[in-house]
């Protein structure tokens, strides 16, 4: 089976905090980028899962092959995706930290 890993990712706000990450989305996208290079990130404005309390970390878990067929990536390491939802919160701390 034609495999590779996840290197992109969605991230959604918590609810409180969607206003103030969406305002700073470029800046937010280009700090996780920098933390985690070779991957990509989303932001978006709004949540298709409860994510009152936490940022959600959702992988894009596909991609095309070389043939044009829609192939699954291999599921991210629980790790991975726990240090992005760390660096999330510490993105969102400074952030309050400065606007405070």
């Known amino acids: 089976m ?4 996840v290197t992109e990712f969605v991230i959604v706000p918590p609810h409180e905090a969607q ?3 969406t305002a ?3 800046r937010f996208r280009a700090y996780l980028e920098r933390h985690f290079p070779g991957y990509a990130f989303s ?3 709004m949540a298709p899962v409860d994510s009152a309390r936490s940022f959600a970390i959702l ?3 596909n991609f095309i092959d070389d043939e044009n067929r829609m192939r699954m990536c291999e599921q991210p390491s629980q ?3 726990s ?3 760390n660096a999330c919160g510490r993105f969102s701390d400074f952030s309050a930290r400065l606007d405070g």
Request: glycine residues 0%; charged residues 30%; aromatic residues 4%.
């Open 19 to 21: 206003r103030d990450i």
């Open 79 to 81: 790790w991975l995706v």
């Open 43 to 45: 932001i978006a404005p």
């Open 59 to 61: 992988p894009v878990m």
């Open 2 to 5: 034609n495999m590779r890993e």
């Open 83 to 85: 240090e992005i939802a």
């Open 24 to 26: 700073q989305k470029d």
